[in-house]
Structures are given as structure tokens and as C-alpha cells.
């Protein structure tokens, strides 16, 4: 717990609030994020009952340490952060994921000179148009929970970089380069379900 | 480039470089035009709906014991 003190009170000033204060911006400006951050929650631990833990211990977390938070900053970025810090902490460790990366490898690779050139999977906006139902989902859940990630706060939650940065705690060119790997593996997910759906490898 | 672009974090200067190569370069136009579908179709597929009623009542209920 020391730590998390820490960790929290670091970047702001402590303010000192009232309890009708407290509660003022408990329900009007972090509780009206709960969909978000629930979506966010679910999509990390794949599972409900974590999600749902996980999201309450948030906003527990988020209570305690109001006074770190600053009345009209960006609440939902501030929550977001203590959410993918939680889920690191308590429940990474337990859930299975095998297959590591090694992302200075690869960030070193898609920081080069080559990340404009594009590397198109077979795949055309026509076979998209087909995936109705759950594909999109899954191949966004078969991702690496760090290249999930980087999709759900931007192309969901449309995160500015600045403020992903700040929620993951990595520099602005990590998340770019995180992102454009992100985007190519689920790219190639897709490519693969458009080719079971009967999409031809036709290049254009 | 049309990561930044996609993302509406380009300068004006990068707009309007894109705008332009885009008449002429076809693979560029297409990835776009890809990347954009791709996005959309996430932010519609993925967003998920509401979080479940219980978890907000059991929020709320454990604020309003603290607050009291």
C-alpha cells in the first residue's frame, strides 16, 4: 500500500476536499466512466467476474486517493491508469500468458525507417463488411495484452498519444510503434478470417 | 505517417502532404481506406454496452458507507 500511496500522490499536489466534495466528484466525474471502464476492465482479464473486481477495486482505489486527483483534470485518463496499474499488479501474475515478447526488439525494429512502408496482409474493406458478428472481437482478444491495450485506449476510448502515454507510462514513441505493430497483427487476425470466409488473396 | 493521420494527430503540414499524395499513390489510398475501416469497425464491435448493474449498485452501495 505504501507504494501505491507513493505512486499516486507523486504527480499531484494534494488537494484537500470536503466529503461533500469527495462525493461530488465521485459520482460526477468518475462514475460516469463505468462503461468505459468496465469495457476496459473486461477486455484486459477476459473474464467477467475479474473484470468486475477489478473495476470496483479501481474505483476503491480511486476514493482513497481522491486527493491526488485534481477537480476538472482528465478523470476518465486518471482512472484508466489506476485500472491498468491494478491489473498489472494483481492480476497479471495469475493469468496465463504464455508467450512473451520481446518488445525492445520489436520497437527498436518499427522505430526504424521502415514504419511508413506498408506491410498489407492480403486483406480488402470488402471481407470486412462480412464480420457481423464476433470476429472483430475475438481477433482484438487474441492479441497480446499489450498490443490489446494500445487498440482499446485508442481506437475505443480514443485516447489522444500524450494521455496513452501517461496511462501506460511509456514514452510517445513506444506507443506509437506499439500501436502500428498492434494494428498490423490484427490486421493479419483478419486477413485470416477473411480467408476462411472465402476472401481470394487478390492484391491490388 | 498514416498512423498519425488515422489517429487525427497530424500538423496541418502532414494534412495537407497526405491529401495531395493520396490522389496520386493507389496502395496509399487503399491502406488508408483499410486502417480507417479497421478502426471503425473496432470502435463499433468492441465497445461492449453497459457495465453490469450489480457492479454499480455495489460501488455505489461502498462509497455511501464511506462517505457516511
Known sequence: MAEETTELSQEQPQIHYSEKEKEEIFHGEFMPHINSMYNFGYRLTLDGDDAKDLVQDTYLKAYRFIESFQK?????????????????????????????????????????EDVDRQITPDLRVEALKDMIGD?????????????????????????KYEEM??????????????????????KEKLSTYAKSMGYKNTNV | MLQVILDGEASDEQKQYFKQHM???????????LDMAIKQLVKSKCCGGDAPSDLVEQIRITISQKIS
Open chain 2, 23 to 33: 490522389d496520386i499513390c493507389l496502395p496509399c489510398f487503399k491502406g488508408y481506406e
Open chain 1, 72 to 112: 476538472g483534470t482528465n478523470a476518465k485518463a486518471w482512472l484508466f491508469r489506476i485500472l491498468k496499474n491494478s491489473f498489472i499488479n494483481d492480476y497479471r501474475k495469475k493469468s496465463k500468458e504464455p508467450n512473451k515478447v520481446d518488445y525492445q526488439e520489436v520497437e527498436t525494429y518499427y522505430n526504424s
Open chain 1, 165 to 186: 502515454a501517461k496511462i501506460l507510462d511509456i514514452p510517445i514513441g513506444t506507443v506509437r510503434s506499439r500501436l502500428h505493430r498492434a494494428r498490423q497483427l490484427l
Open chain 1, 135 to 159: 470476429e472483430i472481437s475475438n481477433a482484438l482478444n487474441s492479441l497480446d495484452v499489450d498490443f490489446r491495450t494500445v487498440i482499446i485506449l485508442c481506437d475505443l476510448e480514443g485516447f
